[in-house]
């Protein structure tokens, strides 16, 4: 589960799959705003979730995201 991976687990195939499906439907920059501010919303569910793990995620599931995952950013930086 992403969730348990937040909290510092390793990824499983259904979490990696996610990942996959969220980079190929960001193609736009609005949509990499969009699917940040999705993603940061999520995030803040979270008290426990640790932000450098939430960070590594994509690069542990072995995709070069164009989203960030973090509880802070500001989505609306994103301009590319």
């Known amino acids: ?23 190929g439907m960001a193609a736009t920059t609005d949509d990499r705003r969009t699917a940040c501010n999705c993603v940061k919303a999520a995030a803040n569910r979270y008290t426990n979730l640790k932000d450098d793990a939430a960070q590594a995620l994509a690069s542990k599931c072995g995709v070069a995201m164009d989203v960030p995952v973090s509880k802070t950013i500001n989505c609306d930086s994103i301009s590319y």
């Open 1 to 23: 589960m992403i969730v348990d991976l937040l909290q510092g687990g390793e990824p499983g195939a259904a979490c990696c799959s996610g990942v996959k499906n969220l980079k």
